[in-house]
């Protein structure tokens, strides 16, 4: 069992520091010539290890910095590249921690020493990050000097008439254009606007939103989720539906929506078998109740792959626009059909029966038939899970080869294992809830 | 029988220990916080989805309440008190998954509670006998 969700991850900074790596050798490279470095300003090398290579190379003199290159080759700046050999007998304990030969050093000529860029950089970041549009700060290890990621280039000008102020040299500083980083967010977190995908929770359990959509009878902007998440499978109560949680700590003002369609099961013999009542959704309507600014119409989140069962958001799936609904309630078996629901993110599964009526046990206990569904995943030991509790509503679609989706239907249910999932057909959808219109204007 | 960690409930089956052959089979599933601070639970389908597996000794399987069986994917979210329990109940009438009758003998009955987690909280085996049916 999981724990409610923390909020969403931050990326790290030192993630960027890895990635970076491209330099020039020795001989190409030229630059300005930069006075020694105060030795106050280096640190105390007593303190060393095996594993802090640039801890190892603080008393060599003109050390600029140290990195693996991308073939892994442990790479060191020196403004004096006739310090090589201090260089190698510095690291002599991380060659040996980590089974390298010195002779495979490279050397690079540096233009500023480390503890110049590590005084600048305490100056340099404080500044820079305060200016708007400032993405991050760092000492680049790779390029021999500061690195300041903005946002866009007035952001750029603006950092660099601030270390100019703090007179710090333009060549020793690397001001680049980046893109904001942004925390991650997961299909369990308040995500606004609102795609389909995401956590709804309507106190008595959490499901996932199916799809956005408008009602054309009503033209009410409207959600859809599994019939099953409303207080009572069948009529209409007033559910009331947050996302993502009525427990919201956070002060925020969750409630999105409320329950406005849900046709209550039927019993006609010769449909419906005796004792049971019959349905051909699992689905039901809720009006939404923010603004349609905070409504993603058209879109499902996606999340980081497919059949990962990851939920982190990376984006959104666009509802085509030319054919934005699977027009039948039969699926060709085999063929592929998605999912993204709240526990077990993006998934897919071929289509393995089709028009099935399914017998399940109702919410109250009740014996419902489900008529004319689509089964989809296989229940053979061993198959990939694809479903997990949470993620009845989620919205089921088939994935054009431009990467858009055409809308399939809502998915209620799946076997023990969570390798199988039932869904209603959103052409059964739209008979029991009316003509939706699930795109923009 | 799920061990009872910091936060898990301590989930059991009930059976009779033997029953005559043909005989209805009463299956109860308990849920319990052992714990003395409330406990929240994540559990799968409304109804509450829970499997029953009854074995012979050899291991072969001879019933799954939720073979073939399709669940709702609703997350519950339940808090039990200190010390409380919930009941799930169902009956077994006996017959194997292929439509025959299990027939007199040693069984072995596993409770299953499916939560938000792909593997389901399990109880320990308890024994069934199934006594052959009394002759007039």
Redesign the interface.
């Known amino acids: 069992m999981t724990r409610p969700r923390a909020a969403a991850r931050a990326l790290v900074a030192g993630g960027i520091l890895v990635v970076v790596g491209a330099c020039s050798d020795v001989s190409n490279r030229t630059g300005p010539s930069q006075p020694s470095v105060d030795a106050s300003l280096r640190p105390n090398v007593q303190q060393a290890t095996a594993d802090d290579p640039v801890a190892l190379l603080h008393g060599v003199r003109g050390f600029g910095g140290f990195f693996l290159d991308r073939a892994g080759a442990p790479t060191v700046y020196l403004t004096d590249t006739s310090e090589r050999g201090a260089a190698e007998r510095a690291l002599a304990p991380f060659f040996a921690a980590h089974g390298m030969d010195a002779s495979g050093l490279r050397v690079l000529r540096g233009d500023f020493e480390h503890a110049r860029l590590e005084s600048w950089f305490e100056q340099a970041s404080p500044e820079a990050l305060a200016v708007p549009g400032a993405v991050f700060a760092y000492l680049d290890e790779a390029s021999n000097r500061l690195r300041i990621g903005v946002a866009h280039g007035a952001a750029g000008t603006e950092v660099g008439r601030a270390l100019a102020a703090l007179g710090i040299p333009t060549a020793a500083v690397i001001v680049e254009q980046t893109a904001p980083i942004r925390q991650l967010a997961t299909l369990q977190d308040r995500i606004r606007p609102v795609p389909a995908g995401v956590q709804i929770d309507f106190i008595l359990g959490i499901c996932s939103l199916g799809f956005n959509a408008v009602h054309v009878a009503t033209s009410q902007l409207s959600f859809i989720t599994a019939s099953h998440c409303t207080w009572v499978q069948g009529g209409v109560e007033g559910t009331i539906y947050y996302q993502n949680t009525w427990l919201d700590l956070s002060g925020n003002n969750d409630v999105i929506g409320t329950e406005v369609a849900d046709p209550v099961y039927f019993s006609r013999h010769g449909v419906c078998p005796r004792r049971r009542v019959c349905r051909y959704s699992d689905a039901a309507r809720a009006a939404y109740s923010i603004a349609g600014s905070d409504v993603a119409l058209g879109t499902i989140a996606t999340t980081t792959g497919v059949n990962t069962l990851a939920t982190d958001i990376t984006g959104g799936f666009a509802i085509n626009t030319t054919a934005p609904e699977y027009g039948s309630d039969h699926f060709t078996v085999g063929s592929t059909v998605n999912k993204v629901g709240r526990t077990t993110g993006w998934t897919s599964a071929p289509v393995t029966a089709t028009c099935v009526n399914v017998n399940v046990v109702g919410v109250d206990g009740t014996l419902i038939t489900q008529l004319c569904q689509t089964l989809a995943g296989s229940e053979a030991p061993g198959s990939q899970v694809i479903v997990g509790a949470g993620d009845s509503g989620s919205p089921v679609f088939l994935l054009n080869a431009d990467q858009t989706a055409q809308l399939g239907g809502v998915l209620w249910g799946g076997n023990a294992a969570g390798t199988l999932i039932a869904f209603s057909p959103l052409k059964n959808v739209q008979s029991e809830l009316g003509d939706l219109r699930v795109i923009g204007p | 029988m799920t061990p009872a960690s910091v936060?898990?409930p301590t989930v059991t089956i009930e059976v009779p220990s033997e029953v005559s052959a043909g005989a209805s089979v009463p299956l109860t599933l308990r849920v319990t916080n052992p714990t003395e601070r409330p406990l929240?639970?994540?559990?799968?389908?409304?109804?509450v989805?829970f499997?029953v597996v009854v074995a012979r000794g050899d291991g072969t399987v001879v019933w799954r309440r939720?073979a073939?069986?399709?669940?709702?994917?609703?997350?519950?979210?339940r808090t039990l008190a200190p010390g409380e329990t919930i009941e799930l109940k169902d009956t077994w009438n006996q017959t194997t998954r292929t439509g025959a009758r299990a027939g007199p003998g040693e069984y072995l009955v596993t409770g299953?509670l499916?939560?938000?987690?792909?593997r389901?909280?399990v109880t320990a085996s308890v024994p069934l006998r199934i006594l052959p049916a009394a002759r007039r």
């Open positions: 936060d898990s929240t639970l994540y559990l799968r389908g409304r109804p989805a499997d939720l073939g069986a399709v669940v709702t994917m609703v997350l519950q979210v299953e499916l939560t938000d987690s792909p389901p909280l």
